[in-house]
């Protein structure tokens, strides 16, 4: 197949690129390069056709989207905080970009359209575990803008028969992830600040939970939606197993530090996977603690 990756040259994006490599299928790259947590754009592959594109810009996207078979729609400013300072741009991005890849999509006939999302969509007014069919409860630019996009998929699936699915990752980590800046996310922050002999910054108490996905099962979700006959959905992507800040932080060193407690984040994530599991065939199979503690 032909297959678009938009934010091709990110995090999980990346790695979902070299996958689709790997299992024979033509690649397309769209990134804009913008991410600000990443230190370089150096994970573009050679056998891969790179564009640096701008989804909100659907003109210039246009022409790339040429033959493609299949889309995996990960770009997106992803930062909880940053999203907060400038709600302008993380909906131009989330919304509008979305909008602007499925109509794409639509015009040149994909046949599959992945679109990824987030567990912060829960919010706190959920009991974990998190359940699809629980109300969305967003405490911020981001979640909010991310569960317009989800509806925006279900939207053309609905109104143009385009199959879209939905992937809802639960606190992504791994190799690739984001290192820079205090907004990095906590696994990549916190191995980042032990390499330098830094004390770890724990924001607010600690005592927060979320469950940790490594980026290789993530990849394999978005797989396992490539191929399954299911549309108009959105699917848990977490392990079924969370742990404390403060647990995350002990298996990285004993140098730590407190820092004040942020706005518009969860206090525990879990995910109900059942769904993964049932739907699309997929089970998690790195641990946290497997990876942190074999370091």
């Known amino acids: 197949m032909k297959c678009l990756v938009t934010g091709g040259a990110?995090?999980?994006?990346?790695?979902?690129?070299?996958?689709?490599?790997?299992?024979?299928h033509e690649v397309v790259v769209i990134d804009n390069e913008s991410a600000e947590s990443n230190d370089a754009f150096n994970w573009y592959e050679d056998d891969a056709e790179n564009h640096v594109l701008d989804i909100r810009d659907i003109d210039a996207c246009r022409p790339v989207f040429k033959g493609v078979d299949a889309v995996f729609h990960l770009a997106a400013q992803s930062r909880i905080q940053l999203a907060m300072a400038d709600p302008f741009d993380c909906v131009q991005t989330n919304v509008i970009g979305t909008c602007n890849m499925l109509e794409l999509s639509r015009e040149v006939g994909v046949q599959r359209f992945v679109n990824s999302s987030t567990s912060s969509c829960?919010?706190?007014?959920?009991?974990?575990?998190?359940?699809e069919s629980m109300p969305t409860?967003?405490?911020?630019?981001?979640?909010?803008?991310?569960?317009?996009?989800?509806?925006?998929?279900?939207?053309?699936?609905?109104?143009?028969?385009?199959?879209?699915?939905?992937?809802r990752y639960f606190n992504v980590y791994g190799p690739r992830q984001p290192l820079r800046g205090v907004y990095a996310p906590v696994i990549g922050l916190f191995q980042e600040q032990e390499r330098k002999g830094e004390p770890l910054t724990i924001v607010g108490d600690g005592?927060?939970?979320?469950?940790?996905?490594?980026v290789d099962d993530v990849v394999e979700a978005n797989m396992c939606a490539l191929k399954t006959n299911i549309s108009g959905i959105a699917v848990n992507v977490g392990t079924g197993k969370n742990y404390?800040?403060?647990?995350?932080?002990?298996?990285?060193?004993?140098?730590?530090?407190?820092?004040?407690?942020?706005k518009g984040e969860a206090q525990e994530t879990l995910a109900d996977n059942t769904k993964a599991k049932n739907m699309l065939g997929w089970?998690?199979?790195?641990?946290?603690?497997?990876?942190?503690?074999n370091v």
């Open 10 to 24: 990110g995090f999980i994006g990346s790695h979902v690129v070299s996958r689709l490599l790997h299992d024979g």
């Open 122 to 131: 829960y919010g706190l007014n959920n009991t974990p575990p998190l359940v």
């Open 137 to 167: 409860d967003c405490l911020n630019p981001y979640s909010a803008s991310k569960v317009s996009a989800e509806k925006f998929c279900y939207m053309y699936y609905r109104l143009h028969k385009l199959r879209t699915i939905t992937l």
């Open 207 to 214: 005592t927060q939970r979320r469950d940790f996905t490594h």
């Open 244 to 262: 404390s800040v403060n647990e995350v932080a002990a298996m990285i060193s004993d140098n730590v530090t407190y820092i004040p407690a942020r």
């Open 283 to 293: 089970e998690p199979t790195i641990d946290l603690q497997s990876q942190l503690c």
